[in-house]
Each structure stands twice: as structure tokens, then as C-alpha cells.
């Protein structure tokens, strides 16, 4: 089975700065997938990025990148140049090998200060 | 390019009432289809997923029950709401294998009274 925490419940962060949101996971897959979505208000929720556990290289997807620490088990969240519009829930999902289903954190909330 | 519609939006019912949520795909064939709730400023809980049409997987027993009619079509379904299945339920789409991205209907607000 997969586990994924999200220690942060919420996080503040003022315009144009960077932040961070924190993303651990368990699994004994070798090969597995992690996904970030955004939800906001609205309730829909919006894929950000993908990371494959064999990828070599972060992912990256305009001002969303995904800093991959495999042997620590961590696929961070940073969100560059923060807009307000990036103010909404995080949430942090993986799939593992053969999966077909999706194992969800519990988010973080974020908020963009001007 | 691929489409995932959901209605209705909102929807406020009785407890001991029926319910009928409707799913649809567009823009692709035998897709994986997926429902999940989530409970207020919770996570996502899967609650069906479906490989093909008649194919139906359950994931935690309890008050509804899922259908799938047809390929691009997924249909959540209680005989007798409880107070406990309010939630906003979101249905989700994955090419055929299931082990690509999903990707998210708009989601309907549920309210059982």
C-alpha cells in the first residue's frame, strides 16, 4: 500500500516569492509515479506535474517544479514567482507499479499575500 | 482534445432519498474511470474505478454503488443517502492502463439533509 504525508496544513507566502510545499511518501514499489494537483476554490482539481521514480531528472512545468529526493523518499513542491492565483489546496498523489488508482495526501493550503 | 463533464454541480437531498451522479468522457475510448469523495478540507477517497464497460472495482464498502453503462460514461448511484455521503465527489479519467495521469472533473457538491 501507499502512503503520502503532507506535514504542512498551511502556508503563507507573499507575492513573487518562492515556496515550498513538502511532500513524503511509503511505498516498497520500484517503480512508481507521483503527481501534484492543484484544487482551487472552485473544487476542481488541476494536474500540475508528474514524476516517475526512474527519472533522472526533476520535473519541471513552467513555474512548478519537483524537487525528487528518492532515497529520502520526498518529492517537494516549488512553486516559483508565487501569484495570487496560485492561492489554493496542494496535494501531493502517487500510483504505484500496475496501479490504477491514485493514494492522495492530505493537502497543504496555500494562500498568496500581495 | 479530451473533455470529463459532471452533473449535476450542486446538489441538496434528503437523507433516505436516491441518488444519481453522472460522469462522461469525451475526446477518447475505454478510458479508465474513476470516483472519489472528499470530505470537507480532506484528501481524496477513492471510492470506484472502472476498466471497461460493466467493469466495476470497489474500493470501500458502503452506501453507493457505481455503473458504467457505456465506455465514456460512469454513473454513481444510492438507493437511500445517509447524512454521512455529503461531500463533493469527483469522477477522473486515465488513457487505457490506467497508469497514466488522471485527470478531474469539475465535481459535485453534495449535501444530504
Known amino acids: 500500500a501507499q502512503k503520502i504525508t503532507q506535514t504542512q496544513p498551511g502556508m503563507f507566502v507573499q507575492e513573487k516569492e518562492a515556496v515550498t510545499l513538502d511532500c513524503t511518501y511509503d511505498t516498497s514499489d520500484q517503480s512508481y509515479g507521483l503527481f501534484w494537483y492543484k484544487q482551487p476554490s472552485s473544487g476542481e482539481m488541476i494536474f500540475l506535474i508528474y514524476q516517475g521514480s526512474y527519472d533522472e531528472q526533476n520535473a519541471t512545468e513552467g513555474r512548478y517544479s519537483l524537487n525528487f529526493q528518492k532515497a529520502r523518499k520526498s518529492a517537494n513542491l516549488v512553486i516559483s514567482a508565487s501569484q495570487l492565483g496560485d492561492s489554493a489546496m496542494y496535494f501531493c498523489a502517487m500510483r504505484g507499479t500496475n496501479d490504477y488508482k491514485l493514494s492522495f495526501g492530505a493537502g497543504t493550503t496555500v494562500t498568496v499575500r500581495a | 482534445s479530451q473533455t470529463i463533464h459532471q452533473w449535476p454541480a450542486t446538489l441538496v437531498q434528503p437523507v433516505g432519498s436516491p441518488l444519481s451522479l453522472e460522469c462522461t468522457v469525451e475526446g477518447t475510448s475505454n478510458p479508465n474511470l474513476y470516483w472519489y469523495r472528499q470530505a470537507a478540507g480532506r484528501g481524496l477517497q477513492l471510492l470506484f474505478y472502472?476498466?471497461?464497460?460493466?467493469?466495476i472495482s470497489s474500493e470501500v464498502p458502503q452506501n453507493l454503488s457505481a455503473s458504467r453503462p457505456q465506455d465514456r460514461q460512469f454513473i454513481l448511484s444510492s438507493k437511500k443517502l445517509l447524512l454521512s455521503d455529503s461531500g463533493f465527489y469527483l469522477c477522473?479519467?486515465?488513457?487505457?492502463?490506467?497508469?497514466?495521469?488522471?485527470?478531474f472533473g469539475p465535481g459535485t457538491r453534495l449535501t444530504v439533509l
Open positions: 472502472s476498466v471497461g464497460i460493466g467493469q
Open positions: 477522473a479519467w486515465t488513457r487505457t492502463g490506467g497508469t497514466d495521469t488522471q485527470y
